[in-house]
């Protein structure tokens, strides 16, 4: 009780000197402790009074973990299920129970909660300047109230980082938690806030509304209005059996590591597919009779039509403009520039070769070491024949991911 008394006397002397003092402009990293009383005690704060506006804020947080564990995450090859559609919905949940979690918060009706994660590609765009790969995650919440969001927000991105940790946990517990922290906050008496910038404290002045056309419309899909061009083809060619489609998902799982938005296309090499799952809504409009079924959902888009003849890849390639690279598996007599894939050099069910697939547009040729030693006396051979010496493009393992992405890389020119 002493203790007490002798801060309830210096009291008065310390609001006298603060009343004294000139006023200083408000510091949005260190502001008044207006959850302590003049007591010392902890408290909610009073917000009867202040005005309703519309408030925003949005967090971060990342999680940095093996490469390894990355890939089981991106390949949806977890125990425990699709990690990240977890975890977004799990941070989604605690900005709503926010209020639950943090003594003070004011329980708030959210209008918006938004929960995006990335990977954290080991280089280029994303990359973290020590290397270490993982996902990042950024939290955007929104409320009309009469109090800030940014704990809900905080809340949001940590319990998202915390459960994709749980949901690997048996296989990297070395994983950690990193940079948490407010982006961005507006709204309320202390106005805009950015964590690159200063508070923004006057009002925006108002910009009177004039009459104007209306724009034409960008369509987001890849070939409408407003899109770019067609990104870089790179096909994977070879005979049935040459190992094409293991080392074609471990290129499109690397280049995605390394911050590349990856395209793809497959020539089915047989006549007729069904039309998505048996079962599903796609496939049922199928067999009821239409032609060309389109599908729609938030962030993708897919269509399944029925043509005369087969469509030439070169028509496809014109809608992916929403990519940094396309793979093509297959399309041997495309034209496209390829890397020749073969584990035996021969097609056993046609006794072809895959040396005879070499051609001016492969750019390389992944193979294993007795197929490169025949392919080089082939061209030697066929040199003394011809008299015209024979080049062949750059040989790289084919079970060697890495120096098979390293290749494209460089021939992409990144």
């Known amino acids: 009780m002493a203790r007490r ?3 309830a006397t210096a009291q008065p002397k310390a609001n006298a ?14 502001d008044t402790l207006t ?3 003049e007591k010392g005690d902890v408290r909610m704060v009073d917000v009867s009074e202040k005005a309703t506006t519309q408030r925003l804020a949005i967090a971060e947080g990342s999680i940095l973990m093996h490469p390894e564990t990355q890939a089981m995450v991106l390949e949806d090859r977890a125990k425990k299920g699709d990690v990240l559609a977890c975890a977004r919905i799990a941070g989604i949940m605690a900005s709503k129970r926010t209020s639950d979690l943090i003594p003070m918060c004011h329980p708030l009706m959210i209008t918006k909660s938004k929960v995006d994660i990335e990977p954290i590609p080991a280089t280029g765009e994303g990359a973290r300047e020590d290397g270490r790969v993982g996902f990042h995650v950024t939290a955007t919440l929104g409320v009309t109230g009469v109090t800030g969001i940014e704990m809900e927000a905080l809340c949001a991105a940590s319990v998202a980082c915390l459960t994709i940790y749980d949901m690997c946990k048996a296989v990297d517990r070395g994983m950690e938690i990193v940079d948490v ?13 950015n964590r690159a910038g200063a508070a923004e404290e006057a009002p925006q002045p108002e910009v009177e509304k004039t009459e104007q056309e209306p724009a034409e419309p960008v ?22 059996n040459s190992g094409k489609t293991t080392l074609v998902e471990k290129v499109i ?19 007729g597919f069904e039309i998505d799952q048996p079962g599903k809504d796609s496939w049922r409009h199928a067999q009821a009779g239409s032609r060309h079924v389109g ?12 043509t005369e003849g087969e469509v030439p890849v070169t028509d496809l390639l014109t809608h992916y403009t929403d990519v940094d690279i396309v793979i093509v598996e297959g399309y041997k007599t495309a034209g496209l520039p390829n890397i020749v894939v073969t584990r035996s050099g021969v097609d056993r069910l046609r006794g072809d070769t895959s040396f005879d697939l070499i051609d001016g547009n492969t750019v390389a040729i992944a193979c294993n070491d007795v197929v490169e030693r025949d392919f080089r006396a082939r061209a030697t051979r066929e040199a003394t024949e011809t008299g015209a010496p024979r080049t062949l493009p750059p ?9 098979i992405v390293n290749f494209i890389m460089k021939w992409l020119g990144r």
């Open 253 to 271: 799982t690397r280049l995605t590591q390394r911050g590349l938005r990856v395209g793809t296309i497959k020539h089915h090499g047989h006549k």
């Open 5 to 7: 008394t002798t801060k």
């Open 17 to 30: 000197a603060h009343r004294a003092a000139a006023p200083k402009e408000r510091d949005a990293y260190r």
């Open 181 to 193: 922290r407010l982006l961005h906050k507006e709204g309320g008496r202390s106005g805009v806030w």
């Open 219 to 240: 369509s987001p899909l890849p070939g409408g209005p407003g899109s770019a061009t067609p990104a870089p083809a790179l096909a994977f060619i070879g005979y049935q």
């Open 295 to 306: 599908l729609i959902a938030p962030g993708q888009y897919a269509e399944y039509a029925y």
């Open 395 to 403: 040989f790289i393992s084919i079970n060697d991911a890495a120096a």
């Open 35 to 37: 959850h302590v009383d």
